[in-house]
C-alpha cells in the first residue's frame, strides 16, 4: 500500500516495514564502523603495496597491479557505498520522498553491481597471471607485463561497468531492498530481470569457477617443482608460493561474500512466479537472505 495514494517511481515496490522496524534494523554505528575499518585496511594495503611495487621484481609487478587495482576498487566500492548507506542509517530518510525519480536508486544499484563484479573478475585475471607465470614463464616479456596489467585493469573496470547499465537501458530493473537503505537488481519475474540476474550470476559463478581451476593448477605445478628439485633451486620460487597464498586468500573471501547471493540469483531467476506472487515469494526470499548480507 503506498501512502496518501502516492505513485511510485519504479525502482520501488509495495512494503510493510515501519520506521520502528527500519530503526532498530538499521544501525548507523555498526554501517559506520563497518566503512571506517574497510577504508583504514585499504589505505594500509596501498601503502604496502606502495613499497612492494618499489623494491619489487618482474615477477611480481603485474601480480601487484592486479592486487593494487583490486585494492583501490574496493577503497572506493566502500566508499561510495558507505556515504549512501550510512547517511540512510543515520537520518532514516523515506527513499520514495528523497528520490522519487529513482536516479539515486539506479545510481547506487550501478555501482554495487560495479564494485560486485570487479574484484571477482580482478581474481580471475590475477588467477590466470599466476598460471601463465607459473607453468608458462617465458611466454610473454616481463617489460610489457606491469602496462598489459593495467590494461587489463581497465578493461574490467570497463566490462563491469557496461553491464552495471543495462538496467538503464531497459534490461532488469534496480530496486530499493529490504530493509529500505540501499537498491540492487530485482529477482522477479519480468523477462528483463530474469535475464540480467542469470546474466550477474553466471558471470560472477563463472569467475569464481576459473579462479578456482587455475589456482588448483598453479598450486598443483608449484607442489610439483617443490618436491622434484633441490632446496637451492626451491628459494626461487618462494615468491611465487607467496603470492599464490595471497591469491588463494583473495579468491576463498570473494567466494564467501558472493556466491550465495549469486546462487540465489541463479535458483529464483529461472522458476520466479508469475508477477502477482512476486511480492510474496520473491520478497520472502530476498528479505531472508539480505537480512544476513546486506551492507550495513
Excluded at 623494491?55 to 603485474?62: F, L, N
Excluded at 550510512?86 to 555501482?111: E, K, N, T, Y
Excluded at 506472487?277 to 531472508?288: C, Y
Amino acid at each position: 500500500m503506498w501512502p496518501n495514494g502516492s505513485s511510485p517511481g519504479p525502482c520501488f515496490r509495495p512494503t510493510n516495514i515501519t520506521l520502528e522496524e527500519r530503526r532498530l534494523i538499521a544501525s548507523p554505528w555498526f554501517a559506520a564502523s563497518f566503512c571506517l575499518v574497510g577504508l583504514a585496511s585499504n589505505l594500509l594495503a596501498l601503502s604496502v603495496l606502495a613499497g612492494a611495487r618499489q623494491g619489487g621484481s618482474h615477477a611480481r609487478s603485474s601480480f601487484l597491479t592486479f592486487l593494487c587495482g583490486l585494492v583501490l576498487t574496493d577503497f572506493m566500492g566502500l566508499l561510495v557505498t558507505g556515504v549512501i548507506v550510512v547517511s540512510q542509517h543515520a537520518i532514516l530518510f523515506d527513499w520514495r520522498a528523497v528520490d522519487p525519480g529513482c536516479r539515486l536508486c539506479q545510481f547506487m544499484g550501478v555501482i554495487m553491481v560495479f564494485f560486485g563484479l570487479c574484484p571477482l573478475w580482478l581474481g580471475t585475471a590475477m588467477a590466470s597471471e599466476r598460471y601463465l607465470g607459473i607453468t608458462r614463464p617465458f611466454s610473454r616479456p616481463a617489460a610489457a607485463s606491469q602496462r598489459r596489467a593495467w590494461a587489463t585493469v581497465g578493461l574490467v573496470w570497463g566490462s563491469a561497468l557496461a553491464l552495471g547499465l543495462l538496467p538503464l537501458l531497459g534490461v532488469g530493473r534496480y530496486t530499493v531492498q529490504y530493509p529500505g537503505s540501499w537498491c540492487f537488481l530485482t529477482l522477479g519475474a519480468q523477462p528483463g530481470d530474469v535475464a540480467f540476474g542469470l546474466l550477474f550470476s553466471l558471470l560472477g559463478s563463472f569467475s569464481v569457477g576459473l579462479s578456482f581451476l587455475l589456482n588448483t593448477v598453479s598450486v598443483a605445478t608449484l607442489c610439483h617443482v617443490y618436491h622434484g628439485q633441490e632446496a637451492a633451486q626451491q628459494r626461487p620460487r618462494d615468491c611465487e608460493v607467496e603470492m599464490m597464498a595471497q591469491l588463494t586468500g583473495i579468491m576463498v573471501v570473494a567466494s564467501i561474500c558472493w556466491m550465495p547471493l549469486l546462487g540465489l540469483a541463479v535458483t529464483v531467476a529461472p522458476g520466479s512466479p508469475p508477477p502477482a506472487s512476486v511480492s510474496g515469494a520473491v520478497d520472502s526470499l530476498t528479505h531472508l537472505f539480505f537480512q544476513q548480507t546486506r551492507p550495513e
